[in-house]
T-cell receptor, first 115, second 115 residues
Framework: DGGITQSPKYLFRKEGQNVTLSCEQN?????MYWYRQDPGQGLRLIYY???????QKGDIAEGYSVSREKKESFPLTVTSAQKNPTAFYLC??????????????FGPGTRLTVL | SQQGEEDPQALSIQEGENATMNCSYK?????LQWYRQNSGRGLVHLIL?????REKHSGRLRVTLDTSKKSSSLLITASRAADTASYFC???????????????FGKGTKLSVKP
C-alpha cells in the first residue's frame, strides 16, 4: 500500500447523497485509476487518468465523476445517480506514458455502504 | 469486459503443499501480470510475464504463459499460511482495449493455506 493512500477506510452514505472518496499518491506517477470490486468479483475500471487535467471513462463510469487537478490527487465522487454504490473502491497509480508493461500500485481501499 | 478468468475460484491446501492457479484470457496480449490481495486490502503486484516469455520465477513463485492456448498459470511452492489471499491475473488486452497501460482483471482465485 506504500505511497498511495485512500480515505476514509469506511464510508456510509444515505440514499440520495453524493460522497467523495479521496486518493493521494506520492510516487510521482502520471497515471491513476479507480476500480470497483464487488464481493467475490474482480476489479472493474470506473475512470482513469493518464495525465493531469485529463481523464477517461472506464467500463462502468455511469453514476461516478472524477477530477485530476493535481498530479498527486484523483478524487472519486459517487453520485446519487449510481444505483448500487455499495462496494469496495480501489485506487491505483502507475508510471504512465501509455506503457503496456506498467505495474499498478494500489491503495488500501475504501468500503462504501449505502444505508 | 473481463478478459482473464481464473481457475479454480477457490483452493484450499495444507501448509507445505504447492498451489497452482490458472488464468485464461480471450484476446492477444502484450503481457500478463499476477496480483495478490489480502482480505479487505489493496492489490499487490507479484510478477509480470511478457508475451514472448514462457516461464518466469520470483522466489517461490513460478509463472508460465502459453499464448497459443491463451492461458497462464501461477505456482506457489511450499505454501505458507501467510500465502492465504486472493490471486488475480491481469492482462493489458493487447489489441482489445487495454491501451494506455490499462489492465483487465479476472475474478480471482481465493487461496486458503491451512497450518
Amino acid at each position: 500500500d506504500g505511497g498511495i493512500t485512500q480515505s476514509p477506510k469506511y464510508l456510509f452514505r444515505k440514499e440520495g447523497q453524493n460522497v467523495t472518496l479521496s486518493c493521494e499518491q506520492n510516487l510521482n506517477h502520471d497515471a491513476m485509476y479507480w476500480y470497483r470490486q464487488d464481493p467475490g468479483q474482480g476489479l472493474r475500471l470506473i475512470y482513469y487518468s493518464q495525465i493531469v487535467n485529463d481523464f477517461q471513462k472506464g467500463d462502468i463510469a455511469e453514476g461516478y465523476s472524477v477530477s485530476r487537478e493535481k498530479k498527486e490527487s484523483f478524487p472519486l465522487t459517487v453520485t446519487s445517480a449510481q444505483k448500487n454504490p455499495t462496494a469496495f473502491y480501489l485506487c491505483a497509480s502507475s508510471i504512465g506514458g501509455g506503457l503496456s508493461t506498467d505495474t499498478q500500485y494500489f491503495g488500501p481501499g475504501t468500503r462504501l455502504t449505502v444505508l | 469486459s473481463q478478459q482473464g478468468e481464473e481457475d479454480p475460484q477457490a483452493l484450499s491446501i495444507q501448509e507445505g503443499e504447492n498451489a497452482t492457479m490458472n488464468c485464461s484470457y480471450k484476446t492477444s496480449i502484450n503481457n500478463l501480470q499476477w496480483y495478490r490481495q489480502n482480505s479487505g486490502r489493496g492489490l499487490v503486484h507479484l510478477i509480470l510475464i511478457r508475451s514472448n516469455e514462457r516461464e518466469k520465477h520470483s522466489g517461490r513463485l513460478r509463472v508460465t504463459l502459453d499464448t497459443s492456448k491463451k492461458s497462464s498459470s501461477l505456482l506457489i511452492t511450499a505454501s505458507r499460511a501467510a500465502d492465504t489471499a486472493s490471486y488475480f491475473c491481469a492482462t493489458d488486452g493487447g489489441l482489445y482495449g487495454g491501451s494506455q497501460g490499462n489492465l483487465i482483471f479476472g475474478k480471482g482465485t481465493k487461496l486458503s493455506v491451512k497450518p
